[in-house]
């Protein structure tokens, strides 16, 4: 039975015995239904405590079973009643505090495609994935996502592998160029030839992936059970001192009843589901309690580079024409072209032109050669846009991301592009060092060159480049300094994200690969928030220790003058809800910090 519901079923309980005594005036009535229901729960709570005990875990159960059976046995069932009631309740609010589990692989096999379109002769059969044989022919149409790794047997494509590489520049390919699964079809149908089977593709290894993180989580232990052994060992010592002095077995659950261990289950969850709330207040989404103890011991951090040390948008960085042209001639050629083209680099020429108030020029026909690029005629010339090799540009020329430009059969210049670098990248680096993270790392899908650049412009000093997706997790899975952070923003980033100890997505929707991966949401596209949910959750956790301990320490005080036999066991369990109290009104501190 889900504790939300235990929770509902004690509630019941109480309201019916506390009719049976108060209204009825059945005393007996009442201390039964008390018994039998009390009884029911600690055996079923044993054998929870049994199997946790099997699996090598101790927890803070076990006092709390004894509490309930020495007040039953000696017949102070209200105090029984009280016990379990904060028990059940505190168990049903640290089910709260975890939040939603991980949605990761639904998200993925929503988004894997599950059925291709397969070329037979005239025909085209759809055929689910898995029966896809090695080296069929595939037909894929526009914007729809590759089912099956392969190569291309059509003509010249424009794909998008963001998904793949996580990198927003186009991937073009031309024939005989392999083609991943994952990648997204551009605006005309292309087809290709498997190479391997469904479950050797790219996009079903991250399906993989994540799914063999959700089978092996992280093992972390709760805040209260480290606590429960020293404080378990303390109280039973104290009762059985309590009962050698007196001879008394009601002194036994008079210790009991104030050592419930009521303050650890209660005062960690809610500091931790106030310590979310603020979180969420400051822009970042904390989907459970044990992410925040991950997150404050934290001192490794691993960040995918493109949508999060850059912005994820292309735009234009430079112009670089040959001698006798200006940069004005080049940017409105290539202006008056691009703004008539549908290829993905043009969206940056166009935004940049019109934003340096550049007129169009009158052009009097566009062809587009997929794969290459663009032909125009502007004033009965021939305007080259596209490859180096298609606009004549000289081989010693090594732009990152660039359209090369060709006027009537001659190199003119080019056109480069980057990806923006977020403007708090640099500052949001040095604060995670000035916080204590010992040490970063860029893991990215691009080039070695553009990794290095974008590195040493935010002060990351560790980098590795041209990865995909499963190779990042290997980086992580060999970390030293657990727990480990991961910040990443695609389909790509998600097996990283689920696998660190800790994931945040950033620059994301609810709902798409990567959020659903991440323990952590940014709700503001802004990576400043990840230290920010760093120094919330180092605060929450300061905060949950001090409200257990002090707990604890009120406990103990209760119990030695409990031993005293000053006590009734009822008195003693209202004086465990006061301790619960003042637990919880400190805990409440981690709202604010």
Known sequence: MKNWKKLILVFVIAGVALIAYFGFNQPFLARL???????????????????????????VDLLAITAI????????????????????GGESLEDYANGRAHRALAALLDKSPDIAHVQKGDKVVDLPIDHVEVGSHLLIRPMEIIPIDGKLISGAVVLDTASLTGETKPNEL?????????????????????????????????????????????????????????FTIIAYLIAAVAY????????????????????????????????????SQNGALIKNGTVIEKLAKAREIFLDKTGTITEGTIKVDSLKPIERVDEV???????????????????????????????????????????LGVIGE????????????????????????????????????????????????????AQMRKIGL???????????????KIASTVGIDNVYAGLMPDEKLKYIKNATNRPVIMVGDGVNDAPALATADVGISIGVGSGTVASEAADIVLLQNDLR?????????????????????????????????????????VIGALFQEIIDVVSILYALRALRG
């Not at 002095?245 to 809610?270: F, H, K, M, N, W």
């Not at 990840?530 to 257990?548: C, F, G, W």
């Open 33 to 59: 239904i008390v018994t039998i229901a009390g009884g029911v729960l600690a055996f079923s709570m044993l054998i929870e405590m049994i199997k946790t005990l099997r699996s090598g875990s101790y927890g």
């Open 69 to 88: 059976i020495a007040t039953l046995l000696v017949g102070e069932y209200w105090a029984s009643l009280i016990i379990i009631l904060m028990l059940v």
């Open 174 to 230: 031309v024939k005989g160029d392999p083609v991943l699964s994952g990648a997204i079809n551009g605006n005309s149908s292309i087809l290709i030839e498997t190479t391997v089977i469904a479950a050797e593709s790219q996009f079903q290894k991250i399906v993989e992936l994540v799914k063999e993180t959700e089978k092996t989580p992280a093992q972390f232990v709760r805040l209260a059970d480290r606590y429960a052994v020293p």
């Open 244 to 279: 050698f002095i007196s001879g008394d077995p009601v002194r036994i659950a008079e210790v009991l009843v104030v050592a419930s261990p009521c303050p650890l289950i209660l005062a960690a969850p809610i500091a931790f589901v106030s310590g979310m709330s603020r979180s």
């Open 329 to 371: 001639e080049l940017l409105q050629l290539v202006y008056t072209v691009e703004k008539s083209s549908g290829h993905i680099l043009a969206k940056a020429v166009v935004e940049y032109a019109e934003n340096k108030k550049v007129q169009p020029l009158k052009l009097t026909s566009l062809t587009e050669v997929a794969g």
């Open 378 to 429: 502007i004033e009965g010339q021939e305007i080259k846009i596209g490859r180096s090799s298609f606009a004549f540009a000289p081989e010693n020329l090594n732009y990152e991301t660039a359209f090369y430009v060709s006027k009537a059969g001659k190199y003119i210049g080019a056109v480069t592009f980057s990806d923006t670098l977020r403007p708090e990248a640099k500052e949001t680096i």
């Open 438 to 452: 010992e040490k970063i790392t860029m893991l990215t899908g691009d080039n070695q060159l553009v990794a290095d």
């Open 529 to 569: 928030k990840v230290t920010t949910s760093i120094e919330i959750s180092r605060d929450t956790l300061k905060i949950a220790k001090q409200a257990v301990m002090i707990g604890i320490i009120i406990c103990i005080i209760l119990m030695f003058i409990a031993a005293l036999g000053v006590i009734p066991a």
